[in-house]
């Protein structure tokens, strides 16, 4: 049948990782709806989704589950989605003329994969080299944390976070590196509980191979207390 055609299509656009753009697909109605709107309608959906499953949602410990889970879509792990959770960046004079890249390493990143609405849980490496104007470093993982928090493909996610810091920092020089397990490939279809996916996206003066190098060998220090 034609539906169930595309539908096999579907999945395996998602199979192959297919992005469409940089910046996240969001439709111009997004924010006609209030969270509180949100929750309401995403709960009725999820207790029609465990009600098909055959799940008996009178059960004490079943009985909540829609509605903490609408919640969480909301106001957890996709409230990158909401532009009013953006965080500020405020920047500062780089009074003491620190020249040389600055490296935030580790940063926790906990995010979803959009093709199958499953954990991609990693590690996010960003640098900068400034110009002029230096951001505090936990503005650094809250701009991670903001766009990890959204359906994402882990290049999108990579190239947000540079852009992101080239805009605040007004600077090209900036670069990330991303290391991330993609439970889609752990928990399911192949199960390879072994591999994970690394992205890259380096801009301006990280494009030089001695730069970029010295950025790379700064992650792979020992720095474990």
Aim: hydrophobic content about 35%.
């Amino acid at each position: 049948m034609k539906v169930e055609n595309n539908y096999n299509e579907i999945d395996a656009f998602g199979d192959d990782h297919i992005s469409s753009s940089s910046d996240t697909p969001m439709r111009k109605d997004a924010f006609k709806l209030s969270s509180s709107e949100k929750v309401e309608i995403i709960r009725d959906d999820v207790r029609h989704i465990m009600e098909t499953l055959g799940l008996d949602l009178t059960d004490d410990s079943l009985k909540g589950t829609p509605n903490r889970v609408a919640k969480m879509f909301v106001n957890e792990i996709f409230g990158g989605l909401n532009p009013d959770k953006k965080p500020s960046a405020s920047t500062f004079d780089n009074k003491y003329k620190y020249g040389e890249m600055l490296v935030e390493k580790n940063i926790t990143v906990y995010s979803t994969c959009e093709h199958h609405l499953l954990p991609i849980v990693g590690r996010a490496h960003v640098a900068y080299i400034s110009n002029g104007t230096v951001v505090g470093l936990s503005k650094m993982n809250r701009i991670v944390d903001y766009f990890a928090k959204r359906p994402q493909v882990q290049e999108r996610l990579t190239i947000q976070i540079v852009k992101e810091l080239q805009e605040v920092l007004n600077t090209e020089d900036v670069a990330c590196v991303i290391d991330a397990k993609h439970l889609c490939v752990n928990s399911r279809g192949i199960r390879d509980i072994e591999s994970s996916t690394v992205t890259s996206e380096f801009g301006g003066k990280f494009k030089d191979k001695e730069t970029k190098r010295e950025f790379l060998d700064y992650i792979n220090l020992d720095t474990q207390f």
